[in-house]
């Protein structure tokens, strides 16, 4: 058993770019790896910003015999793709968290042998929920189908799990952490200091509460 990482460089940072990059290179290569792969298989895509600004990760495990068929099906899809659309389909390479030309072998180092297969269903999980919303985002709240919109699938996917995670995580405290933390990656790509996401949190509280209270002022 075997793991490969794909990263392939997109040339345009819009919706219809990221979305073509799934539809074209992602569903059809899950669903070859899908037909090669023995029982014990996973898969996972990402968005990051390594090697290249836009770069979509692409990660499978299996058998080598499957891995070898996936990275073949991979560069003949490639050539295709490339010669239809060169400026979104820029370039790729095989490597490790975004370093070209290294080999990625999981991350049980970081999370622990048991930890390393909880993220590892995680991940795949989450990519097959994510891919198949995607594949089907027109239909959204427009279909017996689909009654809700998109959103509010997305919103059930993190709001039901924090949920159950209740007894040990509070999810109000959690969001605001993550507003806090995920702002200051996209702005000035480090994390603050505790010290920093504290003061930034009280005035937010402070701005929620305010708005609470005129509300209620207001309306009752």
Known sequence: MKWIEINVGIG?????????ALL???DP??????????????????????????TL???????EEA?????????????????????????????????????YVGEEDEYGSEGWE????MLNFGSEIAL???????????????????????????HLFLDQMAPLINELQLYLEW???????YTVGKLPSEEVTNEIAEKIIQILQQGVESYIRDTL
Do not use: Q
């Open 132 to 158: 198949e919303l995607i594949k089907k985002h027109k239909d959204m709240g427009r279909s017996k189908e689909f009654k809700v919109p998109l959103e509010v699938y997305v919103d059930r996917y993190v």
């Open 179 to 185: 507003l806090i933390f995920r702002y200051f990656l």
């Open 24 to 26: 074209r290179l992602v």
């Open 57 to 63: 990760r692409l990660r499978f495990y299996g058998d």
């Open 118 to 121: 909880l993220v590892k269903k």
């Open 29 to 54: 290569l899950v669903t070859k790896f899908k037909e090669v792969a023995k029982e014990d298989y996973s898969w996972h895509y990402l968005w990051e910003s390594n090697p290249w600004s836009l």
């Open 67 to 103: 891995i070898d068929e996936i990275k073949h099906g991979f560069e003949k899809l490639w050539s295709s793709l490339r010669a239809s659309r060169p400026d979104l389909f820029v370039e790729y390479c095989y490597g490790r968290h975004g370093e070209c030309g290294e080999e």
């Open 12 to 20: 345009k940072y819009d919706r219809n770019a990221m979305l073509e």
